[in-house]
């Protein structure tokens, strides 16, 4: 939620930083690593990816 009527922008910073700082608590590397698809898990034939924003 943007409760404070910031920036579309300076809202994906702030949970971009919030994610690195929950990351590095958790003992985890600050960067996220890209996911690597697995192309060994059988996909449903209806399904065409994940519904975003």
Not at 14 to 39: F, H, K, N, T
Not at 45 to 50: A, D, I, Q
Request: aromatic letters at 10%.
């Amino acid at each position: 939620m943007n409760a404070h009527g910031w920036s579309d922008q300076f809202l994906a910073a702030e949970i971009e930083w919030a994610a690195r700082m929950v990351r590095a608590r958790l003992g985890l590397p600050v960067e996220q690593p890209v996911p690597v698809p697995d192309e060994r898990v059988d996909l449903p034939v209806e399904f065409t990816g994940f519904v975003t924003g």
